[in-house]
């Protein structure tokens, strides 16, 4: 299975939150699954931690490349299609960096891991 992780889900796994879910900890662990972060999510999370709104135990820049080859996850960048894809999307979510992770999602046939209800209002297939 293609797998794209959420950018809280990645941060679930990072901090080892008992927030996440079993599933997710499954899929992570099937080494037979292929495990993408979205630049997206390391905008994200660099965006919010300069921000003052999400506190790391390291600076982004360091946390998210070392974090993600730590769990073996592929490197999903944003490119052209799907930046304009995500602007065609309903407007279900306002949230740019959700609605890029769904673009990502749709155009690479790869399965949404989120606990964002908002997110399965499209149409993209997700796992919680």
């Known amino acids: ?6 950018t809280v889900t990645f941060l679930w796994l990072v901090e080892g939150s008992p927030q996440l879910s079993s599933t997710a900890t499954q899929l992570v662990e099937d080494i037979s699954n ?27 820049w360091r946390l998210v490349p070392k974090q993600r080859e730590l769990h073996g ?11 304009l894809h995500a602007a065609r999307l309903p407007h279900l ?3 740019p960096f959700d609605r890029m992770l769904v673009s990502q999602a749709i155009l690479n046939g790869l399965t949404l891991l989120t606990p964002g209800p908002l997110i399965t209002s499209y149409a993209v297939k997700t796992l919680w």
């Open 1 to 6: 299975m293609k797998i794209l992780f959420d």
């Open 73 to 83: 996850f592929e490197s999903l960048p944003i490119n052209e299609e799907a930046a």
């Open 34 to 60: 292929v495990v993408y972060l979205s630049a997206a999510s390391g905008w994200e999370i660099a965006t919010k931690s300069v921000r003052g709104k999400l506190k790391l135990a390291q600076p982004a």
């Open 93 to 95: 979510h306002r949230d």
